[in-house]
């Protein structure tokens, strides 16, 4: 019996072996007689292999390059955390397009939140004749998720007592302390969460 199968598949070895020379002298007379182009099969499928390569290296590359446009950095997200904070904390009863300047830098839920009270703000700034000069002192980014931020901010707040209205209890400088989850929206890095920390 083992016999029988070595011998069967040596027969259809053999067999397959002569049909693949017949297959190529056939091709070769054919190509003889011109009804047949001299570029063989294995020149065919080297070319879509390389077709498909190039095609699928295509669209690694464009990945890469969108992912890359949208990444931020570090330092990205620390700037746009310090800049959003300093026009938060820099209310100004004369200046009547504060609230504008806050809510173009935020989204989500900042946004809705900020948007809900910014008439009590702008009316709590306008009946204490409020000024302030803020500076940040640091950032740091305290953890990431895809293109979002935790920032942790320092900043120093200066009341500017000529004019706001005398409350000898009021202090002068204020330091705050912040936690601000920095997000991309509308091309741009924006406020998404505001917390102040003890």
Same mark, same amino acid.
């Given at each position: 019996?083992?016999?029988?199968?070595?011998e069967?598949?040596?027969?259809?070895? !053999?067999?397959?072996?002569?049909?693949?020379?017949?297959?190529?002298?056939? %091709?070769?007379?054919?190509?003889?007689? /011109? $009804?047949r182009?001299?570029? =063989? &099969?294995?020149?065919?499928?080297?070319? +879509? /292999? /390389?077709?498909?390569?190039?095609?699928?290296?295509?669209?690694?590359?464009?990945?890469?390059?969108?992912? #890359?446009?949208?990444h931020?950095?570090?330092? *990205?997200?620390? !700037?746009?955390?310090?800049? &959003?904070? =300093?026009?938060l904390?820099?209310?100004? %009863?004369?200046?009547?397009?504060?609230?504008?300047?806050?809510?173009?830098?935020? $989204?989500?839920?900042?946004? *809705?939140?900020?948007?809900?009270? #910014?008439?009590?703000?702008? @009316?709590?700034?306008?009946?204490? /004749?409020?000024?302030? %000069?803020? !500076? +940040?002192?640091? $950032?740091?980014?305290?953890? &990431? @998720?895809? *293109? $979002?931020?935790?920032?942790?901010? @320092?900043?120093?707040?200066?009341?500017?007592?000529? !004019? @706001?209205?005398?409350?000898?209890?009021?202090?002068?400088? &204020?330091?705050?302390?912040?936690?601000?989850?920095?997000?991309?929206? *509308?091309?741009?890095?924006?406020?998404?969460?505001?917390?102040?920390?003890?």
């Open positions: 019996m083992p016999s029988q199968s070595s069967l598949l040596s027969a259809d070895r !053999s067999a397959r072996r002569e049909l693949a020379e017949a297959v190529d002298e056939l %091709h070769a007379a054919e190509i003889a007689a /011109g $009804t182009s001299p570029v =063989s &099969r294995v020149w065919w499928i080297a070319v +879509v /292999g /390389g077709v498909v390569v190039a095609v699928a290296l295509a669209a690694v590359m464009v990945t890469a390059w969108v992912r #890359a446009s949208n931020y950095t570090d330092a *990205d997200f620390e !700037s746009a955390a310090a800049e &959003r904070v =300093s026009v904390l820099s209310p100004n %009863h004369r200046d009547p397009q504060q609230v504008r300047r806050i809510l173009s830098g935020a $989204t989500g839920a900042f946004y *809705d939140e900020f948007a809900q009270s #910014a008439d009590a703000y702008t @009316a709590f700034v306008r009946a204490h /004749g409020t000024v302030t %000069h803020s !500076s +940040v002192d640091g $950032t740091g980014v305290a953890g &990431r @998720a895809d *293109d $979002t931020a935790s920032v942790l901010v @320092a900043a120093t707040v200066t009341f500017d007592r000529a !004019s @706001a209205k005398p409350d000898p209890r009021a202090e002068a400088v &204020r330091r705050f302390r912040l936690r601000v989850l920095v997000t991309p929206a *509308d091309g741009e890095l924006k406020l998404a969460a505001v917390q102040y920390l003890p």
